[in-house]
């Protein structure tokens, strides 16, 4: 089956830029996601992007779509505490049914 | 909305004991899932419904798993015999496929809070 890969850690300085970086092989995607998942707690959809687009901005948030080497990343400027959770990589293929990566567990320290 | 609702949040069970967790997706969402998330697998799809209706359970582990959903507002997970490999938190998450929502063609999941289950 189509596959989504990340790396499962992440640890950066509070104020520094964090990039968590996902592969998928699904080459019908047609959205692809980052969802954000704190202790406890269920995933929240944090972004999306659709496949035609390349970047996405939203406030601290940026999000780069490499379709040809499909390759997705994540990058959150000036890193806080409170960011501290597992990010989750996720793409809509052929299936309509969202196939997820393992998560990102982005830890950050003062 | 109170967004998609699980209950338990939390079970402590022996093995051999039947299990039921128990979802209430969001009023209006045709679609829901079923999801596992341990640390060595991850988050496993278990089975989809669509209209209420299982469109794809091949992810459900073993027959001990069965999964059902009887109306537009409730859906369930049973396991029986529970057995302590089951042990994991168990998610359900809705959405909309093919709605008029902007956001219903993009597919995005609300997720429930998760059912943490122990099988000792």
């Known amino acids: 089956g189509e596959d989504v890969e990340q790396s499962l850690f992440l640890s950066v300085r509070e104020g520094d830029s964090s990039v968590i970086n996902c592969t998928y092989t699904d080459s019908s995607s047609t959205y692809l996601y980052w969802y954000k998942q704190e202790p406890g707690a269920g995933l929240q959809l944090l972004t999306y992007i659709f496949s035609n687009m390349d970047m996405k901005q939203d406030q601290r948030l940026t999000v780069l779509l490499n379709k040809k080497d499909k390759h997705l990343s994540l990058r959150i400027a000036d890193t806080q505490t409170g960011d501290s959770a597992i990010y989750f990589c996720a793409d809509l293929g052929g299936s309509y049914i969202p196939t997820f990566g393992r998560g990102t567990s982005l830890i950050v320290h003062p | 909305d109170a967004g998609v609702i699980q209950s338990p949040r939390h079970e402590v069970t022996e093995m051999g004991q039947e299990v039921t967790l128990r979802c209430k997706p969001i009023s209006g969402h045709n679609s829901l899932f079923w999801y596992r998330q341990t640390m060595m697998r991850g988050l496993e799809l278990l089975i989809y419904?669509?209209?209420?209706?299982?469109?794809?359970d091949s992810g459900m582990p073993e027959d001990r798993f069965s999964a059902k959903m009887p109306n537009a507002s409730f859906s369930t997970l049973k396991i029986q015999p529970s057995e302590p490999r089951d042990s994991a938190v168990y998610f359900c998450a809705s959405t909309t496929r093919g709605g008029g929502d902007s956001r219903s063609g993009a597919n995005v999941l609300t997720f429930g809070a998760g059912s943490r289950l122990t099988v000792l």
């Open positions: 419904f669509n209209n209420n209706v299982p469109i794809d």
